[in-house]
């Protein structure tokens, strides 16, 4: 059950200096809370609590503290035994008194520190759970995400030092590995393994934490997007106006291409003229960049051919299943969310949920007929469906989308090189379709 009281989440409450807050429960069902207002405002309690404390100075700054003491205590230890190993040609004594002192760096400042941290990552992976749960508890129109993750794009500060000191330590052990004539700069090898490792975990952790935010921020936009389209479809309907196609644009991959790296082959041909002497390095990194080219544009390709390869297959599995003469539509649903929790059902929220997936659509005496490679099969009435709306990719090689949207306030989107034909056949269904 959730951790309520009159129908609101209670804020956590400190126990003591050295303890943290309690963190929110799991929420229960939808259907658990006496109303959708009371939904919303525990959830987006639950959310800012969550994520204030995942953006919490004092956590960063203890975790500053720990990984700072570990990170030296890793470059120190090293460096003593190794100084005192060539201090004198009779040093065992020497080399000794090294090595207790650092076991006892270690047992009093590094082990304690590791613990801090090891206890900060548990709570850390725990409240992330946390805020996927209670985000997925309403992604409608009307449910508003925090943008505490940053906004226009800008990276967190932690994430972007981390980034700045990782880069550091990566110069820093190459540059120590190119000269392994000083034995005592080989020293400062596990200090910056550690440092690495402490700026990488910053890095990994934010990047997780804005490609999920930003996931559910495009869900909610989604969601807007439809509500939008289906006042359209009502004006539209109730004024009787006719349903119009807009012009939609692609860029083709040749002017894509251009524009990347148009500029970058100018600045060269031009350097390479001013200063021929001193083109050489221009010249290898233009090699760098083709190479990189040539061998990410076959994986491009691939995948195009992959999926159409798995639409083809969809066809010729399903076809059975539409009686003879019927037109079918390879697609591609699913398109709603990145998790697998949706199960196979006969509804079309589980079609529009879940991990992208391959299945047939076909329009057939005056019924919406779906069948996926999963087992799944869905029939819907003509008249069940208010409208559909055709999104163009905008781009030559991703195929276009058609968003079936149903009376019931549910709807579909569906990904298909047939998407023309798809909305073709609904209007001569009758069913009204835009184009945005």
Same mark, same amino acid.
């Given at each position: 059950m959730t951790n309520t009281t009159n129908g609101h989440p209670p804020a956590p409450a400190r126990t003591s200096l050295f303890r943290a807050a309690p963190l929110p429960e799991p929420p229960d069902v939808p259907s658990s809370w006496p109303d959708r207002a009371s939904r919303l405002k525990d959830q987006a309690s639950a959310l800012n609590t969550l994520i204030r404390e995942d953006l919490s100075h004092g956590r960063a700054l203890v975790f500053l503290l720990c990984a700072a003491l570990v990170t030296l205590v890793a470059g120190l230890v +090293?460096?003593? %035994?190794?100084? *005192?190993?060539?201090s004198e040609p009779d040093n065992s004594t020497d080399v000794a008194v090294a090595v207790v002192l650092g076991v006892v760096m270690l047992a009093v400042l590094a082990v304690p520190a590791l613990f801090v941290l090891r206890a900060f990552r548990k709570r850390s992976t725990k409240r992330f759970e946390l805020l996927k749960k209670w985000a997925a508890v309403d992604r409608g129109h009307d449910s508003d995400f925090p943008t505490r993750y940053g906004t226009? $794009?800008? +990276?967190?500060?932690?994430? @972007?030092?981390?980034? %700045?000191?990782?880069?550091?330590? /990566?110069?820093?052990? #190459?540059?120590?590995?190119?000269d392994?004539?000083?034995?005592?700069?080989?020293? =400062? =090898?596990? !200090?910056l393994?550690?440092?690495?490792? @402490?700026?990488? $975990?910053? %890095?990994?952790?934010?990047a997780q934490r804005y490609s999920w935010s930003e996931h559910e921020r495009v869900i909610r936009a989604r969601a807007r997007r439809r509500e939008l389209h289906r006042t359209h479809l009502a004006q539209s309907t109730a004024s009787g106006s006719p349903t119009t196609y807009l012009a939609g644009t692609r860029i083709h991959p040749i002017l894509l291409y251009a524009a990347l790296f148009g500029p970058a082959v100018i600045v060269t041909l031009v350097f390479v003229v001013a200063r021929p002497k001193n083109a050489l390095g221009l010249v290898l990194a233009g090699l760098v960049a083709l190479a990189i080219l040539v061998i990410g544009l076959p994986k491009v390709l691939l995948m195009r051919r992959r999926e159409r390869a798995e639409l083809d297959s969809a066809t010729s599995s399903l076809a059975s299943a539409f009686t003879n003469g019927t037109m079918t539509? +390879? %697609?591609?649903?699913? =398109? $709603?969310? !990145?998790? &697998?929790?949706?199960?196979?059902? !006969?509804t079309a929220s589980s079609w529009d949920h879940g991990p &992208?997936?391959? $299945?047939?659509?076909a329009v057939d005496s005056g019924v919406l007929r779906l069948r996926g490679m999963d087992g799944a099969t869905l029939d819907l009435p003509i008249t069940d469906v208010q409208g559909a709306v055709y999104f163009s990719s905008g781009v030559a090689w991703?195929? *276009?989308?058609?968003?079936? /949207?149903?009376? !019931?306030?549910?709807?579909?989107? @569906?990904?298909?090189?047939? #998407?023309?034909?798809?909305?073709d056949a609904l209007v001569g269904n009758g069913v009204p379709v835009t184009t945005a």
């Open positions: +090293p460096a003593m %035994v190794i100084d *005192a190993a060539d226009r $794009g800008y +990276p967190h500060g932690r994430f @972007f030092y981390g980034a %700045v000191v990782l880069a550091l330590v /990566l110069i820093l052990g #190459a540059a120590l590995l190119s392994l004539s000083d034995p005592t700069a080989l020293g =400062l =090898l596990p !200090s393994v550690v440092a690495g490792l @402490f700026s990488w $975990g910053p %890095v990994r952790k934010y539509h +390879p %697609v591609r649903y699913g =398109l $709603g969310e !990145s998790d &697998s929790r949706t199960a196979v059902t !006969s &992208s997936r391959t $299945g047939v659509l991703v195929p *276009a989308s058609v968003d079936v /949207l149903l009376r !019931s306030g549910e709807a579909i989107e @569906f990904r298909s090189p047939a #998407a023309r034909a798809i909305t």
